[in-house]
């Protein structure tokens, strides 16, 4: 459990540094090499993950936008974030209960194809095994418990933080504020979605007519708040295992050559 814990925030340190989340790739393998599980089942089952965590941020924004005015446009986007996360799951589900189907296709469709022909007996196989959570209903849904906790205790968080900025604040703002930033920084960009996070926490709580200037310094802080503690505890991690950066790249380059299905 501890080496996972640390594993995980290794990957938010990676996110912070590199561009276009490109730390989950590097978490997927880092996870790999701790548990039984391959670096395509972990990459797999992040990607459940990030759907989760849309859907979440979409489903609290669609709870809290009936008391903010001015947004109507919040309830478009969640609408759209819910609907797109919902088709996703199920294409997922599908994958994972049909993946020998899909298998044989893959395999039929890219015979011309040596390397791509390749993934059907090797990466192809271990990704539908991530997936098929999906496939076992209580463990799918003990997961979405866990998903709930960890978005009250995100709120509560985010709630105590704006207090020392709005001692008048409420628990509406910091539910609003959480469910925007988080839409805003789930499509891939900047390293830490530096900018971009600071952008949609200032223009959700600006539609509670709050100061930006003061908006802006809370953000920033609670940005900074979560580079630091990932941060810590993810170099904490890196320098326990003597790894680095570059030795990290060059070992998932050397995936596609030591992964198979019995891995």
């Known amino acids: 459990m501890r080496d996972v814990f640390l594993t995980?925030?290794?990957?938010?340190?990676?996110n912070?540094?590199?561009p276009f989340r490109l730390g989950e790739i590097g978490r997927s393998f880092l996870l790999s090499g701790k548990t039984e599980l391959s670096f395509w089942e972990v990459?797999?089952?992040?990607?459940?993950?990030?759907?989760?965590?849309?859907a979440m941020a979409s489903g609290l924004l669609l709870i809290t936008v009936p008391f903010v005015i001015g947004g109507e446009w919040a309830v478009r986007a969640a609408v759209a974030a819910i609907v797109l996360v919902l088709v996703g799951l199920t294409l997922f589900y599908l994958a994972a209960r049909h993946h020998q189907l899909l298998l044989a296709l893959f395999e039929k469709w890219t015979r011309r194809y040596p390397a791509a022909n390749r993934l059907s007996?090797?990466?192809?196989p271990l990704f539908f095994k991530g997936l098929s959570i999906l496939t076992h209903p209580a463990q799918f849904?003990?997961?979405?418990?866990?998903f709930l906790l960890n978005w009250v205790i995100a709120v509560i968080q985010y709630y105590c933080l704006m207090l020392a900025f709005f001692p008048d604040a409420r628990l509406l703002w910091a539910g609003f504020c959480l469910a925007v930033t988080a839409l805003g920084?789930?499509?891939?960009?900047?390293?830490?979605?530096?900018?971009?996070?600071?952008?949609?926490?200032v223009a959700a709580l600006s539609l509670f007519g709050l100061d930006p200037s003061t908006a802006l310094a809370y953000a920033i802080t609670a940005h900074l708040f979560n580079f630091l503690v990932t941060g810590l505890i993810g170099s904490y991690g890196f320098s326990q295992e003597g790894e680095t950066l570059t030795g990290l790249y060059n070992r998932i380059l050397r995936?596609?050559?030591?992964?198979s299905p019995g891995t």
């Open 8 to 14: 995980v925030n290794e990957g938010y340190l990676l």
């Open 16 to 18: 912070n540094v590199l």
């Open 43 to 54: 990459l797999s089952t992040i990607f459940i993950e990030r759907s989760i965590d849309v």
């Open 121 to 124: 007996t090797t990466q192809l």
């Open 141 to 146: 849904l003990g997961s979405i418990s866990l």
């Open 185 to 201: 920084i789930a499509v891939p960009s900047s390293p830490g979605a530096v900018g971009v996070w600071e952008l949609t926490a």
């Open 255 to 259: 995936l596609p050559d030591r992964e």
